[in-house]
């Protein structure tokens, strides 16, 4: 009874480590799918951009600014490896997730908040700078792509502090506005965001 006994309680060793070493071979290669798909991706994007002039501009336009979700990927990547872009220690946080505003209206796709004349303006939320520079209407304009989906413009703006591809951290300083009117536009899954919704 006892070499009965002995004997199935070995087989149940051999079952979980079986089992473990099954599943630690599932996760590896779930990873290693990645990678690969990772590389060929990137290998794609060298050789399509490499054929012609014209596909390296639709490359850049479509891909780098349009459809590329840069926090998605970096969420992916941070769970995965670890940081994937370096903290911008430049930076300093003002207010407390919020704008201050005296007076806010309807413009264009989004509002125009009144503040005081060259205040800084802080990031609203965690995310990606994926543009800065010239936007008709908004004048100078830094976009973030934000951890929660939604694209920030903020326009009208001098002295920008952070460059673009740049992950910063929510409150943020960006800049200062140019006089006392900052151009905010949020727009998340095709819509546009009222300021004072995104808040809540």
Do not use: C
């Not at 929660?148 to 002295?159: K, P, Q, R, S, V």
Request: proline share 1%.
């Amino acid at each position: 009874m006892d070499e009965y006994l002995r004997m199935h309680k070995n087989k149940k060793k051999g079952f979980k480590t079986k089992s473990n070493e099954v599943s630690k071979n599932k996760i590896l290669s779930k990873y290693l799918t990645k990678f690969m798909l990772a590389i060929i991706f990137f290998l794609a994007s060298i050789i399509y951009t490499n054929v012609s002039d014209k596909n390296l501009l639709l490359y850049k336009e479509y891909v780098l600014t349009e459809s590329l979700p840069f926090t998605k990927i970096k969420g992916w990547y941070e769970d995965l490896f670890g940081e994937v872009l370096p903290k911008n220690d430049n930076t300093q946080t003002v207010f407390d997730g919020k704008l201050v505003y005296k007076e806010i209206s309807d413009y264009e796709y989004g509002e125009r908040l009144t503040i005081s004349s060259k205040s800084l303006v802080n990031s609203l939320a965690s995310g990606v700078v994926v543009f800065s520079g010239e936007k008709e209407g908004y004048g100078n304009t830094v976009i973030i792509q934000g951890i929660d989906g939604a694209d920030i413009w903020y326009g009208n703006l001098e002295n920008v502090s952070i460059n673009l591809y740049d992950y910063i951290e929510a409150n943020t300083v960006i800049g200062n506005v140019v006089d006392e009117y900052l151009y905010l536009v949020i727009k998340k899954d095709n819509e546009y965001i009222k300021y004072e919704d995104y808040q809540n």
